[in-house]
């Protein structure tokens, strides 16, 4: 399976020395040039399990962008272009216009509720709160109780 993420699940990933998770879950993971530079701001290196792709279909980006960050875009586009199974996505509004795109999108939570099904994580819950705690990533009461409930945690 492939996904193609924008930054702020990565960069969450990454703060709590979780990225392989990604690895674990998809067998392929991309980025496009503007989520490598987003990241690169922050984070010495990019990991290795992570592909950087430019984005062929600049026009649809510069269509995009009239609406969401460069990051956002081209990972929309890149999705596109990959016929990717996932978008990794958290933002609400990127998240809208990729499902108008026709994409597939995920959250990091969701990320974490398949890990868990697949036994690679023994609890959503823990990360979540380390997440939170380390990372400053943010998600509501009542989405964390839809899938701690999933995740049988509640």
Sequence with gaps: MIVVSDTSALTSLLQIGQVELLASVYSEVFIPEAVRDELL????????????????HQDEVRRLLQELDAGEA??????KELKADDLLMDETLGRRVAMREGLHVIGLMGVLLEAKGQG?????SKLTEE???KARFR???PVKEIIFRA????
Excluded: F, M, N, Y
Excluded at 43 to 50: E, K, M, N, R, T
Excluded at 74 to 79: R, Y
Excluded at 120 to 124: G, H, K, P, Q, T
């Design 131 to 133: 997440l939170e705690l």
């Design 139 to 141: 998600v509501s009461t």
């Design 74 to 79: 081209e990972a929309i586009v890149l999705a």
């Design 41 to 56: 701001k922050e984070h010495p290196a990019i990991p290795s399990l992570v592909h950087c792709r430019r984005v062929a």
């Design 120 to 124: 690679l994580i023994a609890s959503v």
């Design 151 to 154: 995740a049988g945690e509640l």
